[in-house]
């Protein structure tokens, strides 16, 4: 059974900092990895979509990358603003998942003026 | 090109209620997948339609059911509501089903609260 995990649960830092967020699955065979933005009380908003095949997608201040085999993938994000203070969650879509994504419980963050 | 759009955006039932959530699915999508997210929590798969379909489900109660119309929108039923169906309902689309390996497009979500 797939698992997702993401540490740390909460990040504060200072404005203007690199910051990387984590996140780990149990089983390899995926077909892909999302990460998302969730601003309290609201719905999610696609960050990045990287495919099995991929070892990395960027965007702007945000690269995320993938290690299948060690089932790893990170969120790098580059100077920091308070803007990006919000929920990040990652989710797989896993082979045998019944089509569903699997949620991590998110990296909530904080960015301090 | 739209968005994912969901209605109501927010909403109060009393325990025992039944309730539709609505959702219009981003223009050439033609798959909609349901989430329940509880507070702090990540999002928990309800189930999922292809083609007017249900192509999955995860480990939902029958008294949530669903119908996907032609147009691709889609509407989340729930029957007999209880306290711990207070949750926002996240409504997703994609251009195509699981192996294809699309990302998903989420809504703003619907926040119920059972009393």
């Known amino acids: 059974k797939q698992e997702v995990t993401q540490i740390p649960a909460a990040l504060s830092v200072p404005e203007g900092e690199n910051l990387v967020l984590n996140c780990s699955f149990t089983?390899?065979?995926?077909?892909?990895l999302q990460w998302f933005r969730q601003d309290p009380g609201k719905g999610l908003t696609s960050l990045l979509l990287i495919q099995s095949s991929q070892r990395e997608q960027t965007s702007g201040r945000l690269n995320a990358s993938l290690d299948k085999s060690s089932g790893r993938s990170t969120l790098y994000i580059a100077a920091s603003q308070p803007g990006d203070s919000a929920t990040y969650l990652c989710?797989?879509?896993?082979?045998?998942?019944?089509?569903?994504?699997?949620w991590g419980a998110g990296t909530k963050l904080i960015i301090k003026p | 090109e739209t968005g994912v759009t969901q209605s109501p955006t927010h909403l109060i039932k009393t325990r025992g209620q039944q309730v539709t959530l609505r959702c219009s699915s981003q223009?050439?999508?033609?798959?909609v997948s349901w989430y329940q997210q509880a507070l702090g929590q990540g999002p928990q798969f309800i189930f999922q339609?292809?083609?007017?379909?249900?192509?999955g489900r995860g480990n939902f109660p029958p008294r949530f059911s669903g119908l996907q119309f032609p147009n691709y929108s889609s509407e989340l039923n729930v029957n007999a509501l209880e306290l711990d169906d207070s949750a926002l309902y996240l409504c997703?689309?994609?251009?195509?089903?699981?192996?294809?390996?699309?990302?998903?497009?989420f809504g703003s979500g619907t926040r119920l609260t059972v009393v």
């Open positions: 989710a797989v879509r896993g082979m045998d998942s019944n089509y569903q994504l699997i």
């Open positions: 339609y292809y083609r007017e379909e249900e192509n």
């Open positions: 997703a689309s994609s251009p195509g089903p699981q192996g294809e390996g699309y990302g998903y497009t």
């Open positions: 089983d390899s065979a995926i077909y892909n």
């Open positions: 223009s050439g999508h033609n798959t």
